[in-house]
């Protein structure tokens, strides 16, 4: 089983980023919409939860979408032969 490709590794930190951000901003969102529970719901307020939505599926997007290239890269690499002259060793 091959590793995952060093060229991958800046952009699963930056999906996984985006998810862990957008995860704490719906989670302020949350807190503020408990806080104005009783009184009408400010305008940020919904406008951050959509974004903290739309951060999620980006974190979580992007994240599959590197995992299944990689995949298929590593899928690809395996099925790779290596073709030897005769008298040839690996």
């Known amino acids: ?28 969102d949350v807190t503020a919409g408990f806080l104005y529970f009783e009184h009408a ?24 979408l590197l995992m299944l290239l990689a995949g298929w890269t590593a899928s690809r690499e395996s099925r790779r032969v290596q073709i030897l002259k005769a008298g040839e060793r690996a």
Do not use: H, N
């Open 41 to 64: 719901t400010p305008l940020w307020v919904i406008v951050l939860g959509v974004v903290a939505v739309l951060g999620v599926a980006a974190g979580f997007g992007g994240f599959f």
């Open 1 to 28: 089983m091959t590793p995952i490709p060093s060229s991958y590794k800046p952009w699963i930190i930056l999906s996984l980023v985006i998810l862990v951000g957008a995860l704490i901003l719906f989670a302020v």
